[in-house]
C-alpha cells in the first residue's frame, strides 16, 4: 500500500510536482500494481542469477580517435535546442 | 488499384519495368493519406513535399538506367519516437510538441540510403506507454476494421495506417508488445526482432532492455524485406550486435512447433482461443510437428516487466528537465531551477507516463531495490531459461498475440491492470530477447485475430519461412 505522503515523497525523488487531485489517484494506482507484482515473492529465486543485461555484448568499446566533424556539427544542434545557450554552453537558473 | 494487393517485391518490380513511376506511387498513397486519415487519424504529421522530391530522385535513377535498392521509392510510415532529421519527433508527448529531430535514427540511415519515401509520422501512445493509443497527448487513432475500437498500441498509428493501405509499410518499436498487439487487432504482420538485432540509435528510449524497432507490413516476406534492411551492428548503439547469418531451410510441413498450455488461460477471449486452436489444427494437417510444452513463468512475465520496465522508465525519462531541449519554463514563470524542472514536466507529461515514472522510482528507491528490482531481474533469468529449455526441444512456438480481439474506446483505460493484461502474451518475448512476429490468421465479427510465432534467438528467418507458408496455407 502507497499511501499519499509516499506518493509525495516518491513524486520529489522524482522531481514530478503532483497535484492534489492526482495523489489520490496515483496512490491507488500505484498500490494495484505493487500489489499485482507480489506475485514474484512466490517463485524460488535461490542461486538465480539476475538478468543484468539482456545483450550477450560485454564492454563494447569504440576507437579511442579524434570525433568527426559531423559530431562537432550536431553538437552545435544540440546547444542550440536548449531554451538558452551561450558561447557553446546550455545556460540554466543560478545554482547556488 | 492493383497496387494494393502488391508486395514490395512486386512493386519493385514494377518500378524497374517502369510501369508506374516512383511519383505515381507516391501520388497515390498521398491520396490515399488525404481521403483516408481525416477519420482514421493514424499520422501526426505529413511532409508531402519532402516525399515528392525523394520519389522524383528514384525517378531519376531509374531513367538513368542505374539499379535502384529493393526499398527505393517504396512510400513508409514511421513512428513518431524514430528521429528523421529536420522533421518534429514528438513521441505524441506535450514535452516534445515542437522537437525538430537534429539528426537521422540508424534505421532511417538506412532507409534513406535505400531512397524509401517518408509519408509522415505516426500516431502512438505518450513515450509508447500505452495499449491502445488512447495515451496520444494529441489525438486518438481509430480502428480501421471498426471506427469505435482502438487500433492497439504503443505503435496504433503505424499499424492503423499499414491495415488502411495508407503506405506499403510502417516502422514501430516494440517494448512489450507494441508492434505485435497493434498488427493483431489491425489485421497486419508485425516482427519483434531479436534484441540487439537493430539499432536503436535515434530510437526515442522507453525501457531500454527490452525496446527493438520493427516493421509493421502486409505480408510476411515484406516484413522479411524492410527486417534485411534495418537489422545490423551499428557503433552508434552498443547492444546491437552483427547479425549471424544462418541458413533456414525448413518449411512450416517441416517444423516441430511448440505450443505452450500457459497461452490458453483463463479469461481470455474463448472465441479467439477456438480461432488459434483451430489454426494449429490446420498447420497439424498440412504436416507440421505439433508438440504441447512448458513455459511455466509465462503467469510471472508481466509482473516481471511492471517492475523492470517503468525502473528503466524512470531513469529514460530523466532527461525531460526542461534544460537541455523540449517543452520549458525556463523562460517564463520559474524563478529558480527545481521549479524549471517540476514545472517543466508537469505540463509536459501525461497521466500514465508520470505513474511509470513513480512507479520505476518507487521500486528502485533505497530499502525496495532487493525486494523489487533484483527479483524481477531474478525472474526474467527463469523466464528466458523456460524459452532455452522449450527451444531444445522445438523448432518454433505458435501462440495468440492478445488475448482479446481490439476492444472498445475507454473499455480499459480506468482499470490500470486491464490495460496491462492486453500485453500479457507478447511481454515474455521482451523479456528473454526472442523475436516473435504476429500474423493476422482469422477474424471475429470482423475484427481481426493474430498468430504469434516466436523463434529462438536470430531466427528471424524460421519465422518468416514459417510464416510465409501458414499464409499460402490459409489464402
Known amino acids: ?96 | 488499384m492493383e497496387i494494393l494487393s502488391n508486395s514490395i517485391r512486386e512493386i519493385h518490380e514494377k518500378l524497374k519495368k517502369k510501369e508506374m513511376s516512383a511519383l505515381e506511387l507516391t501520388d497515390f498513397f498521398m491520396d490515399e493519406i488525404k481521403s483516408k486519415d481525416k477519420d482514421i487519424k493514424a499520422f501526426l504529421s505529413n511532409d508531402f513535399s519532402e516525399a515528392k522530391k525523394q520519389a522524383e530522385k528514384v525517378d531519376l535513377a531509374i531513367k538513368n538506367g542505374n539499379e535502384i535498392s529493393m526499398l527505393s521509392g517504396i512510400p513508409a510510415a514511421i513512428k513518431d519516437n524514430i528521429l528523421i532529421d529536420g522533421i518534429k519527433a514528438t513521441a505524441s508527448s506535450k514535452i516534445l510538441e515542437n522537437y525538430v529531430a537534429p539528426y537521422d535514427a540508424t534505421v532511417i540511415l538506412k532507409l534513406k540510403k535505400q531512397d524509401s519515401v517518408f509519408l509522415g509520422k505516426t500516431n502512438m501512445d505518450e513515450f509508447a506507454m500505452g495499449s491502445s493509443t488512447e495515451n496520444s497527448a494529441f489525438f486518438k487513432t481509430k480502428n480501421p476494421n471498426d471506427l469505435s475500437r482502438v487500433p492497439g498500441g504503443s505503435s496504433g498509428g503505424s499499424a492503423a495506417a499499414v491495415a488502411s493501405n495508407q503506405c506499403v509499410f510502417a516502422l514501430g518499436s516494440d517494448t512489450g508488445g507494441s508492434i505485435r498487439q497493434p498488427a493483431s487487432f489491425c489485421g497486419v504482420v508485425g516482427l519483434k526482432p531479436t534484441y540487439g538485432a537493430v539499432s536503436r540509435y535515434g530510437l526515442i528510449a522507453m525501457a531500454s532492455s527490452l525496446d527493438q524497432i520493427g516493421p509493421l507490413t502486409k505480408t510476411v516476406d515484406d516484413a522479411r524485406v524492410v527486417f534485411e534492411s534495418i537489422k545490423g551492428k551499428d557503433k552508434k548503439d552498443a547492444t546491437s550486435v552483427m547479425y549471424p547469418e544462418k541458413l533456414q531451410e525448413k518449411g512450416l510441413k517441416d517444423l516441430k512447433i511448440g505450443i505452450p498450455k500457459e497461452y490458453f488461460i483463463e479469461g481470455m477471449d474463448k472465441k479467439v482461443e477456438d480461432v488459434i486452436k483451430n489454426e494449429i489444427k490446420k498447420m497439424e494437417d498440412a504436416g507440421a510437428k505439433i508438440e504441447e510444452i512448458d513455459l511455466p513463468h509465462t503467469k510471472d512475465a508481466l509482473s516481471v516487466y511492471y517492475v523492470i520496465m517503468p525502473a528503466e522508465v524512470s531513469s529514460n525519462m530523466a532527461r525531460y528537465d526542461g534544460i537541455k531541449y523540449g517543452f520549458s519554463t525556463h523562460k517564463s514563470d520559474s524563478e529558480d531551477l527545481l521549479s524549471v524542472y517540476l514545472n517543466s514536466r508537469a505540463e509536459g507529461i501525461g497521466p500514465e507516463v508520470k505513474k511509470r515514472m513513480m512507479l520505476g522510482t518507487y521500486v528502485l528507491s533505497a530499502g525496495y531495490y532487493d525486494a523489487y528490482y533484483k527479483r524481477a531481474q531474478q525472474v526474467r533469468t527463469k523466464i528466458t531459461e523456460d524459452f532455452k529449455k522449450a527451444f531444445s526441444k522445438v523448432d518454433i512456438i505458435a501462440t495468440p498475440t492478445t488475448p482479446t480481439t481490439a476492444f472498445s474506446f475507454g473499455e480499459k483505460t480506468e482499470d490500470p491492470l486491464a490495460m496491462y493484461l492486453a500485453d500479457i502474451f507478447t511481454v515474455p518475448i521482451n523479456l528473454a530477447g526472442v523475436p516473435a512476429i504476429s500474423v493476422p490468421c482469422g477474424k471475429i465479427n470482423n475484427m481481426p485475430v493474430g498468430l504469434q510465432f516466436i523463434a529462438p534467438w536470430f531466427c528471424e528467418e524460421t519465422l518468416f519461412k514459417a510464416g510465409e507458408d501458414y499464409e499460402k496455407l490459409i489464402s
Open chain 1, 1 to 96: 500500500m502507497i499511501d499519499e505522503d509516499q506518493v509525495k515523497h516518491i513524486a520529489s525523488l522524482a522531481r514530478l510536482k503532483v497535484s492534489d487531485d492526482e495523489i489520490g489517484k496515483l496512490s491507488k494506482d500505484l498500490s494495484a500494481v505493487l500489489d499485482y507484482v507480489k506475485e514474484l515473492n512466490k517463485v524460488d529465486v535461490s542461486d538465480v542469477s539476475p538478468t543484468l543485461n539482456a545483450s550477450s555484448s560485454e564492454n563494447v568499446f569504440r576507437d579511442d580517435d579524434e570525433p568527426d566533424k559531423q559530431d562537432a556539427e550536431l553538437a552545435k544542434k544540440l546547444i542550440d535546442s536548449a531554451p538558452e545557450n551561450e558561447d557553446g554552453y546550455i545556460k540554466v537558473k543560478s545554482i547556488l
